[in-house]
């Protein structure tokens, strides 16, 4: 399984940015895929989750309200809208693939597959 994410970029503090996360080499509608983010110096964060089952979402504290995670399994994609962006949202962003369950849903260790990361920048 392959992941490719892209739609990272600079931005000012208030403003939206769109991840998008394709997958490839797998039965995509068999994964939940995740968002986790690592800023310079710091362990990689949960963001949110879509589960591959029912579609349920999970979102990390910092981000809820302010990002939505969404799916389109006839397009292998995964999207990350993020709006209200702030300075603190700036890192490196990777999407993974995965089955974790809801209660494991935000652990590193559930997901099998990462893509490479897309730079975000909010400037303040």
């Known amino acids: 399984v392959q992941l490719q994410a892209s739609g990272g970029g600079l931005v000012q503090a208030g403003g939206s940015l769109r991840l998008s996360c394709a997958v490839s080499?797998?039965?995509?509608?068999?994964?939940?895929v995740g968002w986790f983010r690592q800023a310079p110096g710091k362990e990689r964060e949960f963001v949110a989750a879509v589960r591959w089952s029912g579609g349920s979402t999970y979102y990390g504290d910092s981000v809820k309200g302010r990002f939505t995670i969404s799916r389109d399994n006839a397009k292998n994609t995964v999207t990350l809208q993020m709006n209200s962006l702030k300075p603190e949202d700036t890192a490196v962003y990777y999407c993974?693939?995965?089955?974790?369950?809801?209660?494991?849903?935000?652990?590193?260790?559930?997901?099998?597959?990462w893509g490479q990361g897309t730079q975000v920048t909010v400037s303040s």
């Open positions: 080499g797998g039965t995509f509608s068999s994964y939940g």
């Open positions: 993974a693939a995965g089955r974790p369950i809801a209660s494991t849903v935000r652990a590193v260790v559930s997901y099998y597959y």
